[in-house]
Structures are given as C-alpha cells and as structure tokens.
C-alpha cells in the first residue's frame, strides 16, 4: 500500500483527471511495483527454509550463501561480464500476478 498514492498521483498527473479508475490503476501499479521489489526476499526465505546446512553455519558464511545464492538466481555471467537473466522477467511477472 505504500506505493499506490504516489503510483495513483503519476496516473493522475498523465491523464489529468482523477477518478475511481487512476486510483484503481493506481493501486494496482503499487502492488506490482511493491510484489517486484520484495521478491528477492521472498526468494531468501524460500532459500533459508528449505536449505538445513544454513542452521549450522556463522553469520558470515550464511550471507556468503545467500549472496550466492541471489547471484545465481538473477545473474548470468558470459566473458566475464555480469547481465540480469532472461528469467528475472518472467519471475516478476509471476511474483506479480498474485496482486
């Protein structure tokens, strides 16, 4: 809910007009932006819970591997330079239709 005022105040701005549908549209482009934003989080709890060698590990090393483990998840590297996978689309898409 934190992003729908000021996506319901862009929404108004481009079209001029306030009504039900900028601030419907407006809501709605909050949450996706919010859904987006949050699914690397989303992504270490589902990592943390379901990887029990974390359990016995120092601090350090446990943000080694989840450091990792984001890497591995949103990051290809090809002769030595780094780019956002193909996937990172798609799976923001998904994580954002559960709005």
């Known amino acids: 809910r934190i992003f729908c005022t ?4 862009v929404l108004e701005l ?3 007009k306030s009504n039900s549908l900028t601030q419907v549209g407006g809501d ?3 949450n996706v932006l ?11 709890y589902g990592y943390t819970v379901t ?5 016995k590990m120092s601090a ?9 483990f984001l890497k591995d998840q949103y990051l290809v590297t090809e002769n030595g330079k780094s780019r956002l ?5 798609r799976d923001l898409f998904m994580r954002s239709m559960y709005v």
């Open 14 to 16: 481009a079209t001029g």
């Open 34 to 44: 919010a859904a987006c934003m949050s699914a690397p989080v989303h992504q270490v």
């Open 60 to 68: 350090s090393e446990k943000k080694e591997r989840i450091v990792q």
């Open 28 to 30: 709605f482009g909050g």
């Open 85 to 89: 996978s193909s996937v990172v689309p």
């Open 51 to 55: 990887t029990p060698e974390l359990a």
């Open 6 to 9: 000021p996506c319901t105040a």
